[in-house]
């Protein structure tokens, strides 16, 4: 990522024995031929994976192979979610990971490779019910209007506007709106976007979108080519999620905006907004790319809370 170093624990063929780690391999290059998983989802599964291999190597004193993961206990696949907790690795982090590892194993048993029915008896860990976090339509505004400010290279500025505005605009996830290409342009009165599991859908631009990505292509000083990116960052390569988060965590301290300012939660603004508006759920869940209606139904939670807290605020007999 773009202006920071990751630490990333070593790869599992540094761990396993070679017939695990030629294994790996497999799986991942199965993901991300067959099952069409993206770069993030591919780095997530490996990670956990690879931090699974870690733990077995510590555990059983010896890097791990096919043979070790048919014959692993009950006890040890605990041992290694108890690692993970006092590690204080939160229980989304570790109903990942377990969902990874049964993915893992599901693919092993498929070609052969190993079986083990333990894994199937695991209790996911129980997750906390969480809402999105929305930003309130003010601040939303603010960030859209105010964030080229904190940038003083005008094109860069321009970008910044442009993707911000794509965000909050069109309900994008961050990736959605950086893998988008030239091709694109000239914008019309739709996009269309390319979203998990390579899914197709179709998003309205509204003229202000268009008119700050009009913006920041006339600014822009490099000309990729229309099958280049159209989001660059300052030395002309495709501009990175990180450039973004960066940006933003600037803009929320020079408009003193809440810590749950991100770029994730422009998206999440833009359902709980329309919604708000009186937008319809089943289009909601179209914009936004979402497979199940349940997905899309938090928003009305976070908009039924919005509502319960101004009641609360502004009702005589509260």
């Known amino acids: 990522m773009a202006g920071s170093r990751v ?37 997530s599964y490996g990670r956990d994976i690879s931090t699974f291999f870690a733990f077995l190597a510590a555990h059983l004193g010896e890097p791990a192979g096919l043979a070790d993961l048919k014959a692993l206990r009950p006890a040890d696949f605990r041992a290694w979610l108890a690692a993970r907790r006092g590690d204080e690795l939160s229980a989304t982090s570790n109903a990942r990971a377990l969902s990874s590892l049964r993915g893992f194993y599901r693919f092993l048993d498929r070609n052969g490779l190993a079986h083990n029915p333990h894994v199937t008896t695991l209790r996911t860990p129980k997750l906390p019910h969480s809402l999105p976090k929305a930003l309130v339509v003010t601040d939303a505004e603010r960030l859209v209007e105010d964030v080229g400010s904190i940038q003083e290279e005008p094109w860069i500025a321009a970008r910044d506007v442009a993707v911000i505005t794509l965000l909050y605009g069109c309900g994008l996830r961050i990736d959605e709106a950086l893998s988008l290409d030239r091709n694109i342009l000239p914008l019309g009165d739709t996009l269309t976007v390319t979203g998990k599991g390579r899914k197709q859908r179709i998003v309205p631009l509204l003229p202000a979108v268009r008119a700050a990505v009009d913006d920041y292509v006339a600014r822009c000083p490099y000309q990729p080519g229309a099958d280049g990116p159209l989001f660059l960052g300052a030395r002309g390569k495709r501009l990175q999620a990180g450039i973004i988060q960066a940006q933003m965590r600037k803009a929320r301290v020079a408009l003193g905006l809440p810590e749950t300012a991100t770029p994730h939660a422009l998206r999440h603004s833009f359902a709980t907004h329309l919604l708000g508006a009186g937008g319809d759920l089943r289009a909601i869940q179209e914009l936004l790319g979402h497979v199940s209606l349940s997905t899309t139904q938090r928003y009305t939670a976070v908009d039924a809370e919005r509502l319960l807290e101004v009641y609360q605020k502004a009702h005589p007999r509260a």
């Open 7 to 43: 630490t990333r624990p070593p790869a599992a063929p540094l761990l396993a024995q070679g017939d695990a780690a030629e294994a790996f391999e497999a799986w991942r290059m199965w993901l991300a031929s067959e099952k069409r998983a993206s770069r993030h989802t591919l780095d």
